[in-house]
C-alpha cells in the first residue's frame, strides 16, 4: 500500500508525522511524494489556526469524491479539538488522538488492510498511551536536522489557545530517553536537533521529583555535546516566560553545542492584554529576562510570537505592542492575527476588532519587525559566521542555509555535497529577513 501524509501546524506536529511515517512503513506501506498516487491518505491537522482547519476540509472534500473512482482509505490526526473532531468523524474514515498512533495499524486493519502490526495492545491510560506514542521510532524526514519531542500537553490555559483541549494536560517524556536520543543522532552526524514542548522549560514539574527539571535537561545535552566528536547545535522551544530562569541561559553560554538562539514568546506588549490572555506574567517579569538574556548571551538571537487584534484590544495597547517590538529588537517575530478557537476560553467573548482593523495592525507590526532585523543583519556585514547548508536556493547557482542564531543565508555555489553540512561564510549583504554570503 502506498500513503501520502500531509502535515499543517507547528514543529510539533512536524515531529509527530515523523513517527505516523515510521508506523505506517513498519506495517509495510510505501511512502509517495503525490496524494494522487496513495491508497493512504493521512492528515496532521492543527485546531489552532482556522486557516489550517479550513485546509483540512478542502482537503477531505476533493479526497472523498476520489473514493468514486478509487479505493482509498483517509485518516486524520495532530491538535484537534472536540467539536473539530466530532464533525471529522463524519469525514475521515480514521480519526484518531497522535498517543493512539501505535493503534493505527490496527485500525487499518479494519479496513482490510493486512499488516505485520496488526495486533498491537491497546494501553489503559492516556499516560501509557504517550510514553508508546514516543517509543516510537521516528522516520526522520532530514538526514541532518531533527525533532526531539520532551514533552506532552500543556497546563497554562492562556484564554486564545486551544492547545490545552487538543494535547490535553502537561507529561514530561523520560529525561533517559531523550539524551538517549540527543546522542545517538549526534553520534549519527545530525547537525540540528530541537527539543520540542508546548512549554519546554516547565519540563519535570509533573513529576513531582521523580524526573530532573530543564536546566538540568539541558545541561546534559551540553555534556553530550562534549563527548561526540562531532559539531551539532540543539535547540529548544518553546519557553513560557512565567518558568524562565536565568540559570537556563548560563548553560547556554556554557556549552558549544547549545545554540545560541532563543524562541521566546511575548503575545503582547500591554499589561492588560497580558492578563486578559492569562499570560500568567507581567510585562516587566519579561523585561527581567530578556534583560539577563541579553547581558549572559549577547550574541544570541530571539525570536518571539505576537499576536494583534486581540478581543477588546485597544489602539494605545497595540502601540505598547510596537513599542515592545522596538524595544527588545526580535531578529524574528511571528505574528498572528487573532481569530477565535472553539474550546478557547476567548470564544466565548466577542471577537471586537475588526478584520481590517487586524490586518493593519499586521502591517505596521510587521513593518517595525523589519526595521530592527534590517538594522541587525546590516551589523552582520564583514563577520564570518558559521552556516548549517539545507538546501538550493530558489536563485539557480545558490545554496541556502541558516547561520547558528537561525537567520537566513544563501551564498553562491553549485556543490551540493555541502548540504548538510556546517561551513563558515562571510557575510557580504543583508536584507531585512536574510543575509548574503561567500565562502571562506
Known amino acids: 500500500m502506498k500513503y501520502f501524509l500531509l502535515t499543517l501546524g507547528c514543529q510539533m506536529n512536524m515531529s509527530d508525522s515523523e513517527r505516523v511515517a515510521s508506523v505506517l512503513e513498519a506495517a509495510g506501506c510505501t511512502r509517495v511524494e503525490k496524494e494522487e498516487d496513495a491508497n493512504i491518505i493521512g492528515i496532521l491537522a492543527c485546531s489552532v489556526r482556522q486557516k489550517a482547519i479550513d485546509k483540512v476540509y478542502s482537503k477531505i472534500s476533493k479526497w472523498n469524491r476520489w473514493k468514486n473512482k478509487k479505493s482509498l482509505i483517509t485518516f486524520i490526526s495532530g491538535c484537534i479539538l472536540p467539536a473539530d473532531k466530532e464533525k471529522f468523524l463524519k469525514l475521515f474514515d480514521i480519526v484518531f488522538g497522535m498517543p493512539e498512533l501505535p493503534q493505527l495499524p490496527k485500525m487499518l486493519g479494519e479496513y482490510g488492510i493486512t499488516n505485520p502490526l496488526s495486533l498491537s495492545v491497546v494501553p489503559e491510560t492516556d499516560s501509557e498511551e504517550i510514553k508508546m506514542f514516543w517509543n516510537v521510532k521516528p522516520k526522520y524526514n532530514s538526514k541532518f536536522e531533527a525533532f526531539i519531542p520532551i514533552q506532552n500537553g500543556c497546563n497554562k490555559f492562556c484564554t486564545y489557545c486551544a492547545v490545552p483541549y487538543t494535547r490535553g494536560r502537561e507529561i514530561s517524556r523520560s529525561s533517559e530517553e531523550i539524551l538517549s536520543e540527543v546522542k545517538r543522532l549526534a553520534q549519527e552526524g545530525y547537525k540540528t536537533i530541537t527539543l520540542l514542548g508546548q512549554n519546554v522549560n516547565s519540563y519535570g514539574l509533573d513529576k513531582k521529583g521523580d524526573e530532573i527539571l530543564f536546566p538540568e535537561l539541558l545541561e546534559k545535552v551540553g555534556q553530550i555535546g562534549e563527548e561526540v566528536d562531532s559539531e551539532f547545535w540543539v535547540y529548544f522551544t518553546s519557553p513560557h516566560p512565567m518558568d524562565m530562569t536565568t540559570d537556563i541561559f548560563h548553560i547556554m553560554a556554557k556549552y558549544d553545542c547549545l545554540g545560541k538562539q532563543i524562541h521566546f514568546p511575548i503575545q503582547s506588549g500591554d499589561e492588560k492584554v497580558l492578563i486578559k490572555m492569562n499570560r500568567k506574567h507581567s510585562l516587566e517579569r519579561y523585561r527581567e529576562s530578556m534583560t539577563e538574556l541579553r547581558r549572559i548571551l549577547p550574541q544570541a538571537t530571539v525570536f518571539t510570537d505576537i499576536i494583534v487584534g486581540f478581543t477588546d484590544e ?102 551540493q555535497d555541502l548540504i548538510g553540512q556546517i561551513i563558515n561564510l562571510k557575510i557580504t549583504n543583508a536584507a531585512k529577513f536574510s543575509l548574503e554570503g561567500e565562502l571562506v
Open 314 to 415: 485597544t489602539e494605545e495597547q497595540f502601540e505598547n505592542t510596537r513599542k515592545a517590538m522596538h524595544e527588545f529588537k526580535y531578529n524574528m517575530a511571528y505574528i498572528a492575527m487573532y481569530s477565535p478557537r472553539p474550546g478557547a476560553a476567548s470564544y466565548r467573548w466577542e471577537d471586537t476588532v475588526p478584520l481590517e482593523e487586524k490586518k493593519r495592525r499586521f502591517a505596521l507590526l510587521s513593518d517595525d519587525l523589519s526595521e530592527n532585523t534590517y538594522a541587525y543583519n546590516k551589523s552582520q556585514v564583514g563577520k564570518t559566521l558559521k552556516v548549517l547548508v539545507r538546501e538550493k536556493d530558489r536563485k539557480a547557482g545558490y545554496l541556502s542555509g541558516h547561520t547558528e542564531g537561525k537567520l537566513v543565508i544563501r551564498f553562491e555555489s553549485d556543490n
